[in-house]
């Protein structure tokens, strides 16, 4: 009786190997996470408007709620205007997203944007991710001691799943302040100190999302 | 039509906020079971942990929040029914738990810090009323064993919805997200995951 080329033994060494190493390649392709943005995020500084409400006002009567709501928004408006020019222009988009991008990057995560209004087909990426950027600024974090602390807020929508206009609903809120709090004075006696706590701000909660997304995603 | 239904939206809410503001309320506050919150926590090795010790720190111990007359005035206290040292530390536990780790008496890893913040407020809009749940804490990781801090950070929770009215049930859900929002800030702190890891590594 004529040999085979190859025993049994050595064909299932054979194949195993072959699927070891197909494993391999699989776990080394980076997996992708399609991001998409939609809407802008905005400069604020909230002093006022986090130290009162127009409870009074309302129930006092819609003109004097308009009167005082404007009062606040003014006040808060002008310590905005001292504030932004210090801030970098781009903030987000620099601090942010680059964080954000790099991040995944680091967990093996390669980025695919896709154009805000258009809705990604099936097999683009692995994960979706809607983006809902907000306001990022100062704020009052302790009405008490009128503390402030650079903040960030946004909302994102994640799923293995591509997104769409129905599953949109799903939005989680975030909302991310800084650990190092100073006076509104304190802020503007030291301009200096202004951008990097934006940036510092903006880091920490893009590698907070970018860790909520890797590891809660479903 | 629509004017008359927001009218009669504002009227309504005018009259509930008068009519309960004079009865302090107690809340039961903790953070939702089913919230489970995964991050690098995860990834530090079996940890055990001694329960979480915190300290009341915040400026105003007496009351969590204030329920507001008609005009805005302060008029009863919303007070919590546990301590809230208490609640912020169950809070901590839950999130070492959640994140495969030991709560024990004798854990090799202490969590001690302080209650910074934990503050209920209602701002009111024109048509709606804003529910804002706060909780801040410093925590301050400790080797059980040489006393050395291995990690400190300030820790926060937030959180905000508008809805047209609310009462009791809608407080207590609000700083039960706080608290949840809490859960997430420690568990995806990947510099204290990090800390945790080396200090583990280094032993």
Same mark, same amino acid.
């Given at each position: ?14 194949? @195993? ?15 992708? *996470?399609?991001?998409? *943005? ?7 500084? *909230? ?35 001292? /504030? ?12 942010? /997203? ?107 909660? @893009? ?9 809660? *995603?479903? | ?49 001694? =329960? ?112 047209? =009215? ?38």
């Amino acid at each position: 009786m004529r040999r085979p080329l190859l025993s049994l033994r050595a064909w299932a060494t054979a194949a @195993a190997m072959l699927l070891l190493a197909s494993a391999s390649v699989a776990q080394d392709a980076p997996r992708r *996470i399609a991001i998409q *943005i939609e809407g802008k995020a905005e400069f604020d500084v *909230i002093y006022r408007r986090a130290l009162t409400n127009a409870t009074g006002a309302v129930l006092g009567g819609l003109i004097g709620a308009g009167i005082q709501a404007g009062i606040e928004s003014n006040e808060d408006s002008e310590k905005r205007d001292a /504030i932004q020019p210090h801030v970098v222009q781009q903030a987000w988009r620099e601090f942010f /997203i680059q964080t954000m991008t790099d991040s995944l990057a680091e967990k093996g995560l390669e980025t695919v944007w896709i154009d805000a209004g258009t809705e990604p087909k099936a097999g683009t990426a692995d994960m979706y991710m809607v983006l809902y950027p907000s306001k990022f600024g100062f704020r009052i974090v302790d009405t008490t001691s009128l503390m402030m602390a650079s903040f960030v807020e946004f909302e994102a929508a994640y799923s293995t799943k591509p997104i769409s206009g129905k599953s949109k609903s799903a939005k989680e809120p975030f909302y991310i302040t800084d650990k190092s709090q100073v006076s509104y004075d304190q802020l503007i006696a030291d301009p200096s100190g202004i951008s990097p706590r934006i940036e510092s701000v903006l880091k920490m909660a @893009a590698r907070r999302l970018t860790n909520k997304v890797f590891y809660n *995603i479903k | 039509m629509k004017t008359l239904y927001k009218l009669t939206a504002l009227a309504a809410l005018a009259a509930l906020l008068p009519g309960c503001a004079f009865t302090p309320a107690q809340l039961d506050v903790k953070p939702h079971a089913a919230t489970q919150v995964a991050g690098p926590l995860k990834d530090v090795g079996p940890v055990k942990f001694s =329960a979480t010790q915190l300290e009341d720190a915040r400026p105003d111990k007496a009351r969590i929040g204030w329920k507001k007359n008609g005009f805005g005035q302060n008029t009863a206290d919303i007070t919590t029914s546990q301590p809230v040292d208490q609640i912020v530390e169950s809070t901590i536990d839950k999130a070492i738990v959640d994140s495969g780790h030991t709560v024990a008496g004798d854990g090799a890893i202490q969590i001690v810090g302080t209650v910074d913040r934990f503050w209920f407020d209602m701002d009111v809009n024109f048509w709606t009323v804003t529910f804002i749940g706060d909780v801040a804490c410093t925590l301050d990781f400790v080797d059980a064993q040489t006393k050395q801090s291995i990690y400190k950070s300030k820790y926060a929770g937030s959180y905000s919805v508008d809805k047209a =009215a609310g009462l009791e049930k809608t407080w207590t859900d609000v700083m039960a997200k706080a608290l949840d929002k809490l859960i997430e800030d420690v568990t995806l702190d990947e510099d204290m995951a990090d800390a945790l890891k080396a200090h583990i590594a280094a032993k």
